[in-house]
Each structure stands twice: as C-alpha cells, then as structure tokens.
C-alpha cells in the first residue's frame, strides 16, 4: 500500500480514540456505575473525540490544500493568489508565511521584469537596424520598424511566419539569410533570452555595406593626408620659384611658361584642399526643422539659377532632427549634379524629383533626373572618379560621407530615365 499522511494520520487518531474510549469504559465501570452506563459514556467520549480529530485532520489537510493551491498558481506565474493565514505560531504558521512571503517576493520580480521586458522591447523599437523576435517554435512574435528596410512591409503582415518564410536559416550555430542577394548586404548575430518560461531568439542585422565603407573611407583619409603633405610641400617652392623668376626673365615666351606653372601649383593646392575636406571629422550641430521649409528654400534657390529646370517636390515628413547647413549642402549638390545631367542629355530635360517620406521610422529623400541615370555605378561613389570633363569625384562621396555621420544611408541607383539618390535618416 501507498503511503498516505492523511490516510496515516486519520487511522492514528482512530486508534488513540478507541484506546482513550476503552479506558474511560474500564474507569467507569470500576466506579460501580452500571455497565450500559459504562458503554454510553465510553461511546460518547469515542464520537466527541473522533469530531476533534476529524476538525484537527481537517486543518491539517486544509493548509497543504491551500499551499499546493498556491504552488500551482506559482506554476502558472500567478502570484496574486496567496494563502490565507489560519495559523498565528508554530511551524504551520511559518510555512504559511514563507508562502506568502515568496508570493509577494516573486510577483515583486515579475513586476520588475515585466518592466525590463518593455524597456527591452522599447529599446528595440528605437534601434536603427532590423530586429527580429523568434519564438520556440521559429515563428516571428516581434520585430522593430527597421523591419520594413529589408523586406518593404510591416512585420505585422508577417506575424507568425517562420524563419524560413522570412529568408531566414541557421547554420552550423550561425544565422543567415538563404538568399545571396541579401546575404551579401546584411551580417546577422543572435541571442537567447526568456520571456514567460519560453526560450526566445533575438536576431539583430548589420549593414555590412556601411562597416565596408569605412574602412574604405579611412583608407582614402590617410591617403589623401599623405598624398596633401607632399604635394603642398613639393608645389609650395615650386610656385614661389615661379614667381621670383617672372620678375627676371624679359622673353615673353618664357614668362608665359612660368605663368602657367604657377597657374598650375594654384589649381593642384586647390585640388588637393577640397578633397581634405573628406579627411576632416565633421561637427554636427543637430536640431529639430522642419523639413518642408527647408526644401522649399533648396526649392526656390534653384529656381533662380536654373530658369529652364523645375523642381517637382513632395514632403510629407514633419520634422527631422539633423544638421541643417550640412543636410542643405549635401541637397544642393545632389539638385545641381541632377540638373547637370539633365542639360547633357539631347535633346535636354527639365524635371527633378525631390520626394520626402517617412519609411520604417526613418526619413527618406530621394532626388531623381532625367538624365539617363550613372554610365557606371560601381563607380558613382569612389572618390576622385568622375565622368565629367571637369569634375573632381568628390560631391557625392562628401555628401555620403556627410549623411552617414548623421546615422544615416545614401545610395544611388538608375531609374526608368535618370540617376536616384536615396538618402536615409534616423527620425
């Protein structure tokens, strides 16, 4: 037979009741009362004793009723439940007030980390990168605003989807995308966190394109600090030679030659002072504009330099917290490179798209031309490359470099008839 403390406990006390009974039978009957007498007080005593006990056994099985109670709400990460009090000392009073005390303890700690949990879940919201949110089962439970960047709709219209539906896959303890496409772009790392007793897998990407880019960045500013020392220390004597000789020599012709080395150590120190500005670390002053304002004035100074262009502009972003003067230059040479291009196309175009929206809480700028788009893309952002007679490859690999000290993304593409620059800013 099982053992059974209740079971135990009752058949206990039924004994010592018929013990107790017996002896206040054998007691009676020694003081000559007669022997039914003996019987009634021996059965009254046996049914008075059996109704305290069965009261005690009752108490008893009472408290581990209301403890496993408890236990089980506990299970079930209720901790409003408690046990109720019955007992004031002893050991049965303490166990119940440890039950109490843990209850009130870990409801304490859920609070808290239901807390943390909307922190955490706060802190993803606010994060630039995409964030997914897998549950045991795969299955997307959460994911931020940068969700839309990579796959261009809210994550709620793919709730529930597995990692595999969402291009997804682990391998050997790594997480990646299945297509290259993607995989080329992005770089994933994950974790594991639990929420609610379940096992949940975080899974953060990274632009591996922005990381590239500075690196290739630095590359070309110690490069071109090196390349800026030398030629302004070789062309600084050079020029002042130059000149001292000019005062010398009366042959026309050898002052014309002179005339135009000098000519030419001013261009190169020129040159090489605009792109030292792609080696100085810029000073952000940001603050709180309003957009529309401040392409209108992009706007309306365009258009009085540019008689024959025309602005098409659409904004329907509020504010954006940014560097006003900075974000201004990036879009004034952006606009005049997409009229320039316009001018050389035959016959000549006239339009410029300038569009601001809001995209997976970012702000995004897209300037559009119709100028037949980059003869070669790989290039359009590779300092010192330019397939303009005249241009020095700097405007747009400044103004990148302007838009990604913002926290931003700037990349170019071909349209159906011209070039598109898409700038990315964090709202």
């Known amino acids: 037979m099982k053992a059974n403390l209740e079971r135990e406990l009752r058949l206990y006390l039924l004994l010592l009741n018929l013990v107790i009974s017996g002896l206040v039978c054998v007691v009676t009957s020694l003081q000559s009362f007669a022997v039914f007498w003996s019987i009634g007080v021996s059965c009254v005593s046996f049914y008075l004793l059996h109704c305290m006990a069965k009261w005690q056994v009752g108490r008893v099985v009472g408290l581990f009723r209301r403890v496993n109670i408890q236990l089980e709400a506990i299970q079930q990460t ?220 992009i706007k309306k100074l365009f258009s009085e330099m540019y008689e024959d262009q025309r602005i098409d502009l659409a904004c329907s972003v509020r504010y954006c917290y940014c560097d006003p003067q900075l974000l201004e230059q990036v879009l004034i040479n952006l606009i005049k490179n997409a009229f320039e291009a316009n001018e050389a196309v035959n016959p000549p175009r006239h339009w410029v798209g300038l569009n601001a929206f809001y995209q997976a809480s970012h702000v995004v700028i897209i300037v559009t031309d119709q100028g037949g788009g980059f003869a070669n893309l790989e290039n359009a952002t590779t300092p010192f490359y330019s397939t303009k007679s005249d241009g020095q490859g700097i405007g747009i690999t400044l103004s990148r470099h302007i838009i990604e000290q913002h926290g931003g993304d700037l990349s170019v593409s071909n349209g159906l008839q011209g070039a598109e620059i898409k700038i990315t800013l964090p709202n």
């Not at 609070?111 to 549950?135: A, C, E, G």
Request: aromatic share 8%; charged share 25%.
């Open 78 to 297: 209720d901790y409003n439940h408690q046990v109720k009090p019955r007992f004031h000392t002893g050991e049965a009073a303490e166990l119940e007030a440890q039950m109490v005390a843990l209850s009130e303890r870990l409801h304490k700690d859920k609070t808290r980390y239901n807390r943390q949990s909307f922190v955490l879940y706060q802190l993803i919201d606010k994060l630039p990168s995409p964030i997914w949110v897998f549950n045991e089962k795969k299955q997307l439970s959460y994911a931020n605003a940068a969700f839309e960047l990579i796959y261009h709709q809210s994550w709620h219209t793919v709730q529930g989807h597995t990692a595999m539906q969402l291009d997804l896959e682990e391998c050997q303890g790594a997480w990646r995308f299945r297509t290259e496409s993607r995989r080329v772009q992005w770089t994933l790392h994950s974790s594991e966190f639990y929420e609610q007793g379940e096992c949940h897998r975080l899974i953060i990407a990274t632009d591996i394109r922005k990381v590239l880019r500075h690196q290739e960045l630095s590359a070309w500013q110690r490069l071109i600090r090196v390349i800026g020392h030398e030629i302004h220390n070789s062309l600084s004597p050079v020029s002042s030679l130059a000149q001292s000789l000019q005062t010398k020599i009366t042959q026309s012709r050898d002052r014309n030659a002179l005339s135009v080395i000098e000519q030419r150590c001013a261009h190169l120190q020129a040159f090489v002072g605009r792109y030292s500005q792609i080696s100085k670390p810029l000073k952000l002053h940001r603050e709180k504009r309003v957009l529309l304002d401040l392409l209108m004035s």
